[in-house]
């Protein structure tokens, strides 16, 4: 067995040479003076030797716990060598796959398939409210809590919709990180919404009965505004797509004589094209409007269409 006096007393020569302890720990002493600890142990039939230190950095007794504690590794069927390198890959990707670096990569690969406001407005938020607070840590070590008190910190301004968005935005960043091997479980599952978000209370928007349709219309056709407004929100009525489609709808968009209006998929949320079939009141105001507009390419051009009819 070493002693530290005899550990101290080493000289170097011209050639290493090493000093054996017990249970397979010996001193490297090198022809620089540098003296190294080594454990010599066998995995999968081989001989091997793995780094524990430099005197007197690592004292004997030190040397000697490290020892005892890599060869209850090798007891246990687990190289130690290997298991020192599997934690420095995983220190390394930890470093390089943050959240913030993943959920760009998910963000990047997410959009393509949807409309460019919507893209612009979920970056916008991580941006905001998510890598400031979570954006830096590895995405493989990221609990629940951390999560908890992020979207708490957006509730605290009273933005309640928007902590339910990025709770879900979170979720779908992490399930992409499993997916490419950058993480093993997405903790955004531990949370439901309810338990850690105030509710809103619900209010239903207003709606009409069909048999209230036509008192809408005859509303429409006395609205005292710009005729122009008034045939959009009677297309509308007629149609039921959206105020941006409507606002954004273009003359070679419509078919007048197979009573058909085809909005491709560059200006629909999903990006997927849609078909909106005329009935012969919506095709009446199209005529009506290509007195007006049937010379430009937008059916109204820089017009405000109102949400409500009042």
């Not at 933005?159 to 709770?167: F, N, S, T, V």
């Amino acid at each position: 067995m070493l002693t530290v006096t005899a550990i101290q007393k080493a000289q170097a020569t011209d050639k290493q040479y090493r000093m054996a302890d017990e249970r397979g720990l010996v001193l490297l002493v090198r022809p620089n003076g540098a003296k190294l600890w080594q454990l010599r142990y066998r995995h999968g039939g081989k001989e091997k030797t793995a780094s524990l230190g430099q005197y007197p950095d690592v004292g004997l007794s030190v040397a000697r716990e490290k020892r005892d504690a890599l060869r209850k590794q090798v007891a246990a069927g687990t190289d130690p060598i290997a298991a020192k390198r599997a934690r420095v890959a995983e220190a390394d990707a930890n470093k390089v796959n943050t959240f913030e670096a993943v959920a760009r990569d998910w963000w990047a690969h997410w959009k393509a398939s949807r409309s460019d406001s919507h893209t612009t407005y979920v970056i916008r938020r991580l941006e905001a409210d998510v890598f400031p607070v979570i954006g830096s840590r590895p995405v493989a070590l990221i609990e629940a809590p951390e999560l908890v008190a992020m979207v708490k910190k957006v509730e605290a301004r009273g933005a309640l919709d928007i902590a339910k968005r990025i709770h879900q935005t979170c979720g779908q960043v992490f399930l992409y990180a499993i997916a490419h091997g950058k993480a093993t479980r997405n903790p955004a599952t531990d949370i439901k919404p309810a338990d850690v978000i105030q509710q809103r209370d619900k209010v239903n928007y207003a709606r009409i009965d069909a048999t209230e349709l036509p008192a809408l219309l005859r509303k429409i056709d006395a609205y005292q505004g710009t005729p122009t407004t008034r045939l959009a929100v009677k297309l509308m009525a007629l149609t039921f797509v959206r105020t941006g489609e409507l606002i954004g709808a273009r003359w070679s968009e419509f078919d007048l004589e197979a009573a058909r209006w085809d909005i491709p998929a560059s200006r629909m949320k999903m990006k997927t094209p849609h078909v909106v079939p005329l009935s012969p009141q919506a095709i009446d105001v199209l005529r009506t409007l290509q007195t007006g507009t049937g010379g430009r390419e937008l059916l109204f051009p820089g017009c405000y269409v109102s949400r409500n009819l009042r």
